[in-house]
């Protein structure tokens, strides 16, 4: 393939054998699974996927990569190829309507870094229709989404991430790995969504908020950044230190406190959450 790669589309092209086949055993896809690969570049992974379940939809936004991806690897298999945004794509829209089990989605991605936070939310917003997500990400980021309460690297995306899947870091792939290298180490990570929800949100919009406000100044007090927010008495009552800092609350007490801000706003829906 003549293809430059271009950074305006955040393209890194894998082209080291060996990451690529650690990437398609962790995925291990297997006939009849509906795979999705966003951002598929020149088909390093989609080779693989392919291969293994003879049926993949891509989403690729650089169209000059579509008429390329579709003759390399159009022989392997039945390959659809979207030339879309994968910011903006109904991925439910490719599973059945159903959403019977075995129609939901895994979804695999070498993702361009410069978007790797508003995809993950998408992702995250999409999350009925999934079973798995297995995406390289900058190895920063991927720490960051897994990282516990009480740790430096915990914070908006962990909590926002852990709320609504289990978290693993599979392993580390250097900027040699890709073409051209990027500045940074990436990782590889496995989200599985929770199903069913070990702590239902009530209303995602208020957790959102939440959690962000807490995060936004996290060397803070909790009385101090979610003022104007959540009153000190209704940390007192969820068992919260005021004094406490972001940091050190689990995830499941963020949904929590939702839950019971949003049961104090609408008179007579009763948000408790037990973990
Ligand atoms: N998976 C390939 C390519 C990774 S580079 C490999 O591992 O070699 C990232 C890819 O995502 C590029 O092909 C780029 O064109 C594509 N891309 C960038 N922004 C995108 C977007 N918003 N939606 C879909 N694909 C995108």
New binding site residues.
Partial sequence: MNHRPRKR??????HDPGSIQHILTSVAPQPGQKLVE?????G??SEGLLRATGALDV????RD?VAPLAKRLGRLGDLRIHNA???RFDLCALADSSIAECNRLRIV????YN?STPLLFRFLDQAECIDDLHLMLQKEVVERICADPGSKTYGRLSVMVQTRCSTQRLFVIRPGAFNPPPKVDSAMLRLIPHRPTPCPVDDAALHARIVTAAFAQRRKSLRNSLKGLVQASLLIERGIDPAARAEMIPVHTYADLANALHANQEVGSQGDCLS
Avoid: K, S, T, V
């Avoid at 589309?9 to 894998?14: A, R």
């Fill in positions: 589309f955040g393209q890194h092209f894998l966003i951002g598929p570049g020149q390093a992974i989403i690729e936004l650089d990569l945004d994968a910011l991605g070498n993702l361009p978007i």
